[in-house]
C-alpha cells in the first residue's frame, strides 16, 4: 500500500497549502481581489523565524509563537500602505492588484538582497525525524505541520462562525454596503481579516521553510494557495482547506509518477482542466453583480 | 403586429422566483411601459430579454424569431437596444465615441486593415464620428462631445446613454428606469426627448418605471409586475382605476 | 560606450514586450501574470531554430511570432472568458510551466543551462525598427474600433455586451496579439544576447512590466514607453542604486497608485499634451496682445 504512504504525504504537503489558500482567500472574500503580496508575508516570516530561532536557542514553539504574531502585524502594516488609501478613494479594483503585486515583489526583494549572499536552513528541531505508525512513517516535521495546522483551521471556524468578529468579516465577504450602514467599523473588520491573514501565512512560510528550502524564492509557494482555492472556489473558507488537502495529494501523486521537475505542467494543465468543468471550484458558488 | 412576444418567462434566484411565469406581447411603433413597486422583478425581466441572464423557463420571441438562448451582444446585432437603471457608460471613452460604440460594432473593417490604419478603415471611422454627432444633437449634446461622461451631470448622462443605445439603430429599445433620479422639469424634457425619438426613428418602446405618473402620459399599453408575477395589463386608465394595482404600491388601506 | 548602446538595445527589445503589456492590462484590463512566458516561447522557438537549422533570420521571426500567437490561442481559449483573477492565477500556473518544461527538457532546450551560440544578427538600429513598426501597429489597434472595444470592455462588460461587442473574442485577439508580440521580443533578444535561459522570464519580470504601464498612465501607450524607458534607463545609468532599482521602482508605482491613480500622462499621449501646451500658449499671447 504504498500509495496510502503518498496520501499521507500528500495530505500533510495539503495542510500548508491549506494554511497558504486560507490566508489567501480570507482577503479575497473581504476585498474581492487577489492578494498577490500574501508570498511577500510568507517568505519574510520565514527568514525572521529563522533569526527568532537563532536567537532563542532553536525553540520551536515560542519561534511559531513570535511568528504568528509577527505575521498579523507584518500584514497590518501591509494592508495600512498598500490599501488602506485605495480603500478610502474606492479606487479601480486593478489597482489593488497592481498595488499587491508591488509589494509582494518588493518583500521577495528585501529578503534577497539581505539573505541571497548564504545558504540559510532551519536546524534539526526535533530528536526523532521519522515515526513510523505501523507499515507508514511520516516525519516528524509533517506531524507538526499537519498538527498545527489543523489545530489552526479549528481556530478559525470558531473565529468565524462563533464569534462576533467572524460574524462581521463574513457579513462582509456578502456585503460591504449593509455591513458599514449597521455600524461596523469596516477599517478595523478589514484590518483584522489582514492580521489573521498574515497569521496563517507566517505560519505557512515557516513550514514552507522547514520542509522545502530556505530562499528568497519561498514567496512562490504562495501559488500553490492560490491554485488551491480556485480548486475550493475563490473566497470560499471551507474550500480553500478542501482545495489545499486536494491539491496536496495531487501533487504528490504528480511528483511521484511524473518527477518533481514536471509537476508544475500538471498542475497548470489540472488547474485549466477544472476550471473548464467546474469554475466555481468544489464549494463555491458564481456570484453574480447586481446589473 | 407584436415585435416581442415572451411567453411564461421564469428565472429563479436561489430559492426566490424573481421573474415567475410573465407573458407579455409590445405591439410594434408602440411604446409599452411595465410599472411595479421596487424589487418587483423588472429590471430582473430586461435582463432576461436582453440576455444578461437565461431564464429558467418560458421564450422569448423577437420579430419572429426565438432569441431565448442568444447572448447579449447577439441579442444587440438582432434590433435590441438598451439603456441600465445605475448608468454604465464607458469612463474611458469620451462622449462621442461611447455613442460611436454602438456604430463600432456594426462596422466592417477587418484587424489588418485597422493595424495599417488604410484609408477603407478610416473612411468608415469617419463616417461613424459623423454619425455619432448626429444621434449627439438629437439627445441635444453635441457641444459636449470631446468630454468625458463623469463630468457630465446626472441629466445629460442619462441622455448620452439614449444616443448611444439609439446608434445601434435598434428595431426595439429597452428602456430601464430612464428618468430615475431626474427632478420633475428633467422628466417633463425626458419625456418629450423619448416621444420626438419615437417619432423620428419609428421605434418600438419598451420601458420600466416605478412611477404610474411618469409613465401614464406616453404609453400605449402597460403592464403592472409586482412580486415577479404580472398583477395587471391595460391602458393607463384602466392600470389607474385598478384596485389591485393601488394595493400594491400603497398597501392595505387602514381601518379606522 | 558599447556597454550603454546594449543597454539601449536590450531596453529598445524589451519595450517591444512592455507594449504588449499596455495592450493587455492598459488597454483591455486583462491581467496576465506569466506574460513573460511567452517572450520565453519566442526565445526558445528562434534560439532552437538558429542554433540547429539554417533558417534566415526573417523566417524565424516569422516563426518565433506565430509560436507565440498559437501558444497565446491554446492558453487563452478555455481562460478568457473566466474572471480577472482566474486569467491572472491560470497565466501565472502558464509561466511557472513553461519554466519547468524548459527546464526538465534539458536534450532539446538545454535545460537550466539554456541555449547558447545563437547567432547575433540584431543590433540597436534593427531592434528600433521593429519596436516602430510595434509601435505603429499598436496605436492603430488603439485609433480603431478594435481599440476602443477593448477600453469598453474594460470600462464596463456588461455595457459593451449591450451595445453589440462580442466581449470574449475582443478579449481573446488582445491575448493573442500580446502573446505574438512578446513572442517577437523574445525572438529579438535571443538573437541580440545569443544565449538565452529559462530563469529570465518569471513572473517578476510580468509585475514589471503591468508596474510600467499603470506608472505611464491609463491607456496612454507614450506614456508606457515613457515610463518603461525611464525605468530601465536610469537604473543602468545610476549604477549606485541599481540593487535597489525593484525597491524604488516599487514605492514610485504605489505612490503613483496612491495619489496620481491616473498615472503619469493620464489617459493622453505625448503629443496631444505637447499639442495642448502650445495651444495654451498661444491663447496667452493672444490675449496680451489684446490688451
Redesign the interface.
Known amino acids: 500500500m504504498y500509495y496510502l504512504q503518498l496520501l499521507i504525504n500528500g495530505l500533510a504537503l495539503g495542510s500548508v497549502y491549506s494554511m497558504i489558500a486560507l490566508g489567501f482567500t480570507l482577503i479575497?472574500s473581504v476585498l474581492k481581489?487577489?492578494n498577490?503580496s500574501h508570498g511577500g508575508i510568507m517568505v519574510i516570516s520565514a527568514y525572521v523565524a529563522y533569526e527568532i530561532q537563532l536567537r532563542l536557542g532553536h525553540n520551536f514553539t515560542w519561534m511559531m509563537i513570535l511568528i504568528f504574531i509577527f505575521g498579523a502585524l507584518l500584514s497590518c502594516f501591509v494592508q495600512y500602505?498598500?490599501f488602506e488609501?485605495?480603500r478610502r478613494?474606492k479606487?479601480?479594483?486593478?489597482?489593488y492588484?497592481?498595488?499587491s503585486?508591488?509589494?509582494?515583489?518588493?518583500m521577495?526583494?528585501?529578503i534577497a538582497?539581505k539573505y541571497s549572499s548564504f545558504f540559510y536552513a532551519y536546524p534539526a528541531f526535533f530528536k526523532t525525524s521519522f515515526i513510523s505508525i505501523g507499515q507508514f512513517t511520516i516525519s516528524v516535521t509533517d506531524l507538526m505541520m499537519l498538527g498545527i495546522s489543523i489545530v489552526v483551521i479549528i481556530a478559525l471556524m470558531l473565529l468565524l462562525y462563533k464569534t462576533r468578529i467572524g460574524i462581521a468579516i463574513r457579513a462582509l465577504s456578502m456585503d460591504t454596503q449593509t455591513v458599514q450602514l449597521m455600524g461596523v467599523n469596516v477599517s478595523l473588520v478589514i484590518a483584522i481579516t489582514f492580521m489573521i491573514s498574515g497569521s496563517l501565512g507566517a505560519l505557512a512560510g515557516v513550514f514552507c521553510g522547514i520542509n522545502y528550502v530556505l530562499t528568497p524564492q519561498l514567496n512562490?509557494y504562495v501559488?500553490k494557495g492560490?491554485?488551491a482555492s480556485?480548486l475550493g472556489g475563490?473566497g470560499n473558507i471551507s474550500g480553500a482547506l478542501y482545495g489545499g488537502l486536494i491539491l496536496g495529494v495531487l501533487e504528490d501523486f504528480a511528483i511521484h509518477f511524473l518527477?518533481a521537475?514536471?509537476?508544475?505542467?500538471f498542475?497548470?494543465?489540472f488547474?485549466?482542466a477544472f476550471?473548464?468543468v467546474r469554475?466555481q471550484g468544489i464549494s463555491g458558488k458564481i456570484v453574480?453583480?447586481k446589473? | 403586429m407584436n415585435i416581442l412576444e415572451v411567453e411564461n418567462l421564469s428565472v429563479n434566484f436561489g430559492g426566490v422566483k424573481a421573474v415567475n411565469n410573465v407573458s407579455l406581447t409590445v405591439e410594434k411603433g408602440k411604446i409599452t411601459s411595465i410599472i411595479g413597486p421596487n424589487g418587483a422583478g423588472k429590471?430582473t425581466f430586461f435582463?432576461l430579454v436582453s440576455g444578461?441572464?437565461p431564464p429558467v423557463s418560458g421564450k422569448i420571441i423577437f420579430d419572429g424569431e426565438d432569441i431565448t438562448k442568444l447572448s447579449q451582444y447577439e441579442i444587440s446585432h438582432k434590433g435590441i437596444s438598451r439603456t441600465?437603471?445605475?448608468i454604465r457608460l464607458f469612463n474611458q471613452l469620451s462622449n462621442l465615441q461611447n455613442v460611436q460604440s454602438a456604430l463600432d460594432a456594426r462596422a466592417h473593417y477587418n484587424i489588418f486593415e485597422a493595424f495599417l490604419g488604410l484609408p477603407g478603415k478610416r473612411k468608415v471611422d469617419k463616417e461613424n464620428r459623423e454619425k455619432s454627432m448626429y444621434y449627439l444633437e438629437i439627445v441635444g449634446m453635441a457641444d459636449v462631445a470631446d468630454g468625458r461622461p463623469n463630468s457630465l451631470p446626472y441629466g445629460m448622462q442619462r441622455r448620452l446613454e439614449l444616443a448611444r443605445a439609439l446608434a445601434s439603430n435598434p428595431k426595439l429599445l429597452l428602456l430601464d428606469e430612464p428618468a430615475a433620479g431626474l427632478n420633475p422639469a428633467e422628466v417633463e424634457e425626458f419625456i418629450e426627448l423619448i416621444e420626438k425619438v419615437r417619432k423620428l426613428f419609428d421605434i418600438t418602446i419598451l420601458l420600466i418605471d416605478h412611477r404610474l405618473k411618469v409613465v401614464h402620459t406616453l404609453s400605449d399599453k402597460i403592464y403592472v409586475l409586482n412580486f415577479g408575477e404580472l398583477l395587471a395589463q391595460g391602458t393607463s386608465e384602466e392600470i389607474r382605476d385598478n384596485p389591485e394595482v393601488i394595493r400594491a404600491y400603497m398597501g392595505e388601506e387602514d381601518k379606522e | 560606450m558599447s556597454y550603454y548602446l546594449n543597454v539601449l538595445t536590450t531596453v529598445t527589445i524589451n519595450m517591444i514586450a512592455i507594449l504588449s503589456m499596455y495592450l493587455l492590462?492598459g488597454l483591455t484590463?486583462i491581467?496576465s501574470?506569466g506574460q513573460a512566458s511567452f517572450m520565453c516561447v519566442g526565445a526558445y522557438t528562434a534560439g532552437m531554430l538558429a542554433t540547429r537549422t539554417s533558417l534566415p533570420f526573417g523566417v524565424v521571426v516569422i516563426i518565433s511570432v506565430l509560436a507565440g500567437l498559437v501558444s497565446a490561442l491554446l492558453?487563452g481559449i478555455?481562460?478568457i472568458k473566466?474572471?480577472?483573477?482566474?486569467i491572472?492565477?491560470?497565466t501565472?500556473?502558464?509561466g511557472?510551466?513553461v519554466?519547468?518544461?524548459l527546464?526538465?527538457m534539458s536534450n532539446i532546450t538545454g535545460g537550466a543551462n539554456g541555449i547558447n551560440n545563437i547567432p547575433r544578427k540584431v543590433n540597436l538600429w534593427i531592434a528600433l525598427g521593429f519596436l516602430a513598426v510595434v509601435i505603429f501597429i499598436i496605436l492603430n489597434f488603439k485609433n480603431s474600433r478594435f481599440g476602443r472595444y477593448c477600453i469598453a470592455v474594460k470600462n464596463d462588460e456588461?455595457s459593451a455586451a449591450a451595445m453589440g461587442i462580442n466581449v470574449s473574442r475582443i478579449k481573446l485577439i488582445s491575448f493573442v496579439i500580446a502573446g505574438g508580440i512578446t513572442a517577437l521580443a523574445g525572438c529579438l533578444m535571443a538573437y541580440n544576447t545569443t544565449y538565452i535561459e529559462p530563469m529570465a522570464y518569471g513572473s517578476?519580470k510580468s509585475?514589471?512590466w503591468?508596474?510600467y504601464v499603470?506608472v505611464g498612465g491609463v491607456n496612454s501607450l507614450s506614456g508606457t514607453l515613457v515610463s518603461g524607458a525611464i525605468f530601465n534607463i536610469l537604473p543602468e545609468v545610476l549604477r549606485v542604486v541599481y540593487?535597489?532599482r525593484?525597491?524604488v521602482q516599487?514605492?514610485i508605482?504605489?505612490l503613483t497608485?496612491?495619489f496620481l491613480?491616473q498615472g503619469m500622462f493620464g489617459e493622453a499621449e505625448i503629443w496631444t499634451l505637447i499639442k495642448d501646451l502650445f495651444k495654451k500658449k498661444k491663447k496667452n499671447t493672444v490675449v496680451s496682445k489684446e490688451r
Not at chain 1, 91 to 95: D, K
Request: aromatic share 12%; proline share 4%; glycine share 8%.
Open positions: 479575497y481581489f487577489s498577490f500602505i498598500g488609501r485605495l478613494q479606487s479601480n479594483i486593478m489597482l492588484f497592481v498595488s503585486a508591488t509589494l509582494g515583489i518588493m521577495q526583494n528585501i538582497i512562490a501559488f492560490m491554485v480556485i475563490m518527477g521537475g514536471y509537476t508544475p505542467v498542475t497548470f494543465l488547474m485549466v476550471l473548464i469554475p453574480l453583480d446589473v | 429590471t435582463n444578461v441572464i441600465f437603471q445605475n | 492590462i484590463g491581467f501574470m492558453v478555455p481562460v473566466l474572471r480577472r483573477d482566474y491572472a492565477l491560470v501565472l500556473g502558464f511557472e510551466a519554466v519547468a518544461l527546464n526538465n456588461l517578476a509585475i514589471d503591468i508596474c499603470f540593487i535597489y525593484i525597491l516599487g514605492v508605482v504605489l497608485i496612491n491613480p
